[in-house]
């Protein structure tokens, strides 16, 4: 069992940045990869950024390319997502998710754990 915890979300100007933590509870963090997505107000739930286990391979929403970057440190059970140069088109809940496989899943189908859930909101 694995319990995911999100937290860095809040309102911020457009262009601004914030920073998202995921904490993990659990000894098997490192067998996971995981992935960040995000639900926006009347829309599905979408794949915004994906790690691997190890943290050698990261994969990007066209949406966010260049603007947000995913991290991980298996020492501490957390993974981070930076958002830099923030939109209101980003204004959503973020959720982090861990995945058995071994690749990046960027479908929301798989996922073995979801974390709550974090609202992040963007002014324009």
């Known amino acids: 069992q694995v319990q995911l915890v999100e937290s860095g979300g809040g309102l911020v100007q457009a262009g601004g940045s914030l920073r998202l933590s995921c904490a993990a509870s659990?000894?098997?963090?490192?067998?996971?990869?995981m992935g960040w997505f995000r639900r926006s107000p009347g829309k599905e739930r979408e794949f915004v950024a994906g790690?691997?286990?190890?943290?050698?391979?990261?994969d990007y929403a066209d949406s966010v390319k260049g603007r947000f970057t995913i991290s991980r440190d298996n020492a501490k059970n957390t993974v981070n997502l930076e958002m830099n140069s923030l939109k209101p088109e980003d204004t959503a809940v973020y959720y982090c998710a861990a995945d058995r496989t071994f690749g990046i899943r960027t479908a929301t189908t798989g996922y073995d754990y979801w974390g709550q859930g974090t609202q992040v909101t963007v002014s324009s």
């Open positions: 659990g000894r098997t963090f490192s067998s996971y990869s």
């Open positions: 790690i691997t286990r190890g943290g050698g391979l990261t």
